[in-house]
């Protein structure tokens, strides 16, 4: 079975990974692990969200000083 673009996507960046391990303590390789903490959220859904909360906030503040 051929590879799909996502296999081979990670696959290489497996293999990156590997080769950047290669001839390092495991203390070494712990240190940088917790140096590479990624967001839980990405910053497409945090502008999403701040556009729901805050604009929401802002249309009702229109909506009340204009009296619509």
Do not use: Y
């Not at 960046?13 to 967001?39: L, N, W």
């Amino acid at each position: 079975m051929a590879q799909t673009l996502e296999q081979r996507r990670r696959n290489a960046k497996f293999v990156k990974d590997q080769e950047a391990r290669r001839g390092k303590s495991e203390e070494q390789i712990k240190k940088r692990t917790k140096e590479a903490a990624k967001s839980p959220i990405s910053m497409f859904w945090l502008v999403i969200l701040g556009f729901v909360i805050f604009g929401g906030l802002v249309f009702e503040a229109l909506s009340r000083f204009f009296g619509l």
